[in-house]
C-alpha cells in the first residue's frame, strides 16, 4: 500500500532547476536513505514531502488518514515550554482523553444526583479503557526512554527549551517526533549532533519500529543499519537531477550503482559504435546507387532514441603523499594522564603530580587540576592506524593536543619517533584564516609554491574559478574541511592526527578520504564518529568510555567491527553471570542460624522509597559529573571558567560518594 505517490514533481527557483519531473512511491513500512552530493536538492525534495515548500509543479498524493512528522537540519525556534512538557505534548490523542476524564472527575465531584453519577462513571470508566489501550500509563516511561537514548538526563527534563543550544533543540525535536511515531518520519541529517552512543541508540529504535522512514545522511554506517532502500539524487542529461532508486541498503547501493554505470556506458558505447558505423555507410552511399538504403538508414537514425552517456558528480582528487619514511616507533606514553593545570600561584607545581586520581577535580591555593583521565601506556608503530572514540565531552581533541604539545600533560610523558613530519587536522579548522582565500591558505602553506600550481590543486577539491578568491569566512562546513585537506597534501607527512575529518564532507568526499587514507603510507592517529571511517581503516581501538562518573581508556589490538563483537560477548557474558547469581541466590538453602523478625509491610515500603530516592539522586550527581566534564573540556583555555567548573566538580564528586555511602548502609 503506498502512503504518498509523486508525478512530474518539479521544483524550479528562476531559471534555475532543482530537479524536473521526478516520479515514486513511497510504501507502508519502507525504509528510504536520500543520498547525493551537497547542493542536489535533497532537503528541498524533503521539504516538499513535509510540505514545508512547495513543488513548481507535478502532484503529491497522500493516503487518506496519513501523518507525517519533519525533523529538518536546524534548530527550531526557541519555546518557554520546558523539555518535559514539550514530550507530553506528542501524545495528542491521550492529552485529549486526560482532559475528558478531568471533567468528568469535577462532575463526581459536584453531582449528588445517583443517575448523573451511574452514567458519568461508565463513560469515565470507557475513557480510562481507551487510555489503558493506547498506552497511557506508560507515556512517563516512554519519554524518559527516548531523552535518555538521545542523550539528556533527568536533569534536563526541567530545562526551558528556549535556553538550549541549536543540537539541542534539534535533538528535543527529534524526541517528539519519535514519540508522536507518524505514519511517515522525515528525517534530515538526524545524527548531526548525536555521538556513537545517541547515533547506535536511534539506529535500534529506527530498526524496530514498523513506520515508514526517508532519512538524509551523510553517515555511511547509520544508513547500513537502518534503510532497506537507497534513491539516490543523481546528475542527468543536461545537468538536471534525476531520482534513480536502488533496493538493499547504502553497501548494496554502492555496488548496484557500480555495476550500472558500467553498463550504462557499456551501452552508450556501443549505441555511438552503431551510429558512427550507420552514418559512414549513410554517408558513403547517399548519392550512389544505394542511396535509397542510405536514406532508409538515415531515417531510422534520426528516430532512434539516443541513450545519455553516464555523468559522474565532480569530487575532488585527492592523494597524500609522505615526503620520507618515519622511524619504527611512531608514538609512545607513560604513566600519561590528560586534563588541565590552572597555577594560582607563581609556583604552581604540586609536590606530586603522579598521585592524581583520574577524573578528580583537586584545587588548593596554588593550583587547580582537572583530570580527565589517566592513559594506559601507549604504543604506536609506523603503518598503524589507531581510532579514538568515545562519547563528547571525554578530551578526545585534548588528547591530541597533548600529544602535539600544544597543552602540558599533568602527569607522565609523551614520546615521538624519530623522523616524523606530522600533519593535524584540526576539528574546527582553528588554523585557517578566516580572512584569507583558499588560494591564500595554500600559498602560505608552502613557500615557493606557484600560483598555477596552487589553482590546479585547488581544482582538484572543487574550488575552481572565483571560488579560489572566496573568503574562508564565508566558506561553508564542507568547502572549508576541502581547504584544510587541501592543505594537508602539501605537507608531505608521515604521522597524520585526524580530529573528525569527515564532519560536513558530503559522501563521495568521504568515500575519497576514506580511500585516500587507506593508501596512505604513513601512520594514523584518528579521532572520529564516523564509524564507518573508522571501521574501514583502524587496526587498534582506543575507547575513553564512562564508568561511574568516570572516564576510562581501554586499548583493543583489531578492527572497530572485531571490538564491537568483543564488546557485545562482554556485555552479554556479565549478562549471564548477573543471572546465574541471581537463580543460585533463589535456590540456595536456607542457613540454620536465627532469622530476625520480618520487617511489616509498611517498613519494606518506607524502605523501598528510600533506597529509589537516593538511587535516583545518585543518578542525577553522575549526570552532573558528566556535563560538568564537557563544559570544561570545551571551556579551552579559558581558566577562571576552568577553575570554577573544577570546584563544582569536585563538591558534587563528594556528594555522589556520600550518596553511595548512604546506599551501601541500607
Known amino acids: 500500500m503506498s502512503l504518498l505517490t509523486a508525478t512530474a514533481l518539479t521544483k524550479s527557483y528562476g531559471a534555475f532547476d532543482v530537479f524536473i519531473d521526478l516520479a515514486f512511491a513511497i510504501a507502508k513500512g519502507d525504509k528510504i536513505g536520500l543520498v547525493g552530493p551537497n547542493g542536489c536538492g535533497k532537503t528541498t525534495l524533503l521539504r516538499i514531502l513535509a510540505g514545508a515548500d512547495e513543488a513548481s509543479s507535478g502532484d503529491l498524493h497522500y493516503a487518506r488518514g496519513t501523518t507525517l512528522g519533519y525533523l529538518s537540519q536546524s534548530a527550531e525556534n526557541g519555546s518557554d515550554k520546558t523539555i518535559w512538557h514539550e514530550m507530553q505534548g506528542a501524545f495528542g490523542q491521550l492529552n485529549t ?3 475528558k476524564m478531568t471533567q468528568l472527575e469535577h462532575v463526581m465531584a459536584s453531582t449528588d444526583d445517583a443517575a448523573q453519577m451511574e452514567d458519568t462513571l461508565t463513560k469515565y470508566g470507557e475513557l480510562q479503557h481507551e487510555y489503558e489501550l493506547m498506552g497511557g500509563y506508560d507515556v512517563d516511561a516512554n519519554i524518559r526512554r527516548v531523552l535518555s537514548g538521545l542523550g539528556f538526563s533527568r536533569e534536563d527534563e526541567n530545562k526551558l527549551i528556549d535556553k538550549l543550544s541549536g543540537g539541542q533543540r534539534v535533538r528535543v525535536a527529534l524526541a517528539r517526533l519519535l514519540l508522536q511515531s507518524p505514519d511517515i518520519l522525515l528525517l534530515d541529517e538526524p545524527t548531526n549532533h548525536l555521538d556513537t552512543q545517541g547515533i547506535e541508540w536511534l539506529e535500534t529504535y529506527l530498526q ?4 515508514t522512514l526517508v532519512v538524509v545522511s551523510h553517515d555511511r554506517y547509520f544508513l547500513d543499519e537502518v534503510c532497506e532502500r537507497v534513491w539516490e539524487m543523481e546528475l542527468g542529461l543536461g545537468g538536471k537531477r534525476r531520482l534513480i532508486q536502488y533496493r538493499g541498503n547504502y553497501t548494496d547501493y554502492t555496488l548496484q550503482r557500480k555495476a550500472r554505470l558500467e553498463r550504462a556506458q557499456e551501452e552508450f558505447e556501443t549505441q555511438q559504435a552503431l551510429i558512427a558505423k550507420q552514418e559512414e555507410y549513410i554517408r558513403r552511399n547517399i548519392a550512389g546507387q544505394n542511396t535509397n538504403q542510405a536514406k532508409g538508414r538515415r531515417t531510422r537514425l534520426n528516430r532512434m532514441e539516443r541513450l545519455e552517456r553516464p555523468l559522474e558528480a565532480k569530487s575532488m582528487a585527492l592523494r597524500i603523499d609522505t615526503a620520507h619514511r618515519s622511524g619504527n616507533l611512531v608514538l609512545e606514553t607513560e604513566k600519561l594522564a590528560i586534563g588541565y593545570k590552572l597555577a594560582n600561584s607563581p609556583n604552581p607545581e604540586p ?8 577524573n578528580a577535580a583537586i584545587l588548593n591555593s596554588s593550583f587547580s587540576i582537572l583530570n580527565l583521565f589517566t592513559c594506559p601506556d601507549l604504543q604506536l ?3 598503524e592506524r589507531a581510532a579514538l572514540v568515545g562519547p563528547n565531552g571525554t578530551g578526545k581533541t585534548t588528547f591530541l593536543k597533548t600529544i602535539l604539545g600544544g597543552l602540558q600533560p599533568l602527569s607522565g610523558g609523551v614520546r615521538l619517533g624519530a623522523g616524523l613530519k606530522i600533519g593535524y587536522f584540526e576539528q574546527a579548522h582553528e588554523s585557517l584564516n578566516l580572512q584569507n582565500t583558499p588560494l591564500d591558505e595554500l600559498l602560505s602553506a608552502k613557500p615557493g609554491l606557484s600560483i598555477a600550481d596552487a589553482r590546479n590543486i585547488l581544482g582538484r577539491f572543487l574550488f575552481s574559478g572565483d571560488d579560489a578568491f572566496k573568503k574562508i569566512e564565508v566558506l ?6 576541502r581547504v584544510a585537506l587541501a592543505k594537508l597534501t602539501l605537507l608531505g607527512a608521515n604521522f597524520l592526527l585526524l580530529d573528525e575529518p569527515t564532519n560536513h564532507l558530503d559522501i563521495p568526499s568521504q568515500e575519497i578520504l576514506t580511500e585516500a587514507l ?3 603510507d604513513g601512520t594514523l592517529l584518528l579521532v572520529s564518529h564516523d564509524r564507518y571511517l573508522v571501521a574501514a581503516l583502524a587496526t587498534q581501538i582506543w575507547a575513553l568510555e564512562r564508568n561511574d562518573g568516570n572516564t576510562q581508556m581501554t586499548v583493543f589490538k583489531g578492527t572497530y567491527d572485531e571490538w564491537r563483537e568483543a564488546k557485545l560477548q562482554s556485555t552479554e557474558k556479565i549478562q549471564n553471570l548477573k543471572e ?7 535456590i540456595a538453602p536456607t542457613p540454620a542460624i536465627a532469622i530476625a523478625p520480618t520487617p511489616s509491610k509498611n517498613n519494606l515500603r518506607q524502605q523501598e522509597k528510600k533506597m529509589a530516592q537516593i538511587e535516583d539522586r545518585i543518578g542525577k550527581l553522575e549526570q552532573e559529573l558528566n556535563n560538568l566534564s564537557t563544559k570544561m573540556a570545551q571551556a579551552g583555555n579559558d581558566f577562571s571558567k576552568i577553575k570554577v567548573l573544577g570546584e563544582n566538580y569536585q563538591k558534587t564528586e563528594q556528594a555522589l560518594a556520600a550518596a553511595w555511602a548512604e546506599l551501601e548502609k541500607m
Do not use: C, D, M, Y
Open 351 to 358: 609536590e606530586n603530580l603522579e598521585s592524581l586520581r583520574p
Open 580 to 586: 546465574a547469581e541471581r537463580k543460585n541466590q533463589a
Open 97 to 99: 482523553i486526560v482532559g
Open 518 to 520: 587507506n593508501q596512505f
Open 476 to 481: 561553508s562546513g564542507g568547502e572549508r574541511g
Open 381 to 383: 608503530w609506523r603503518l
Open 208 to 211: 524496530e519500529w514498523e513506520g
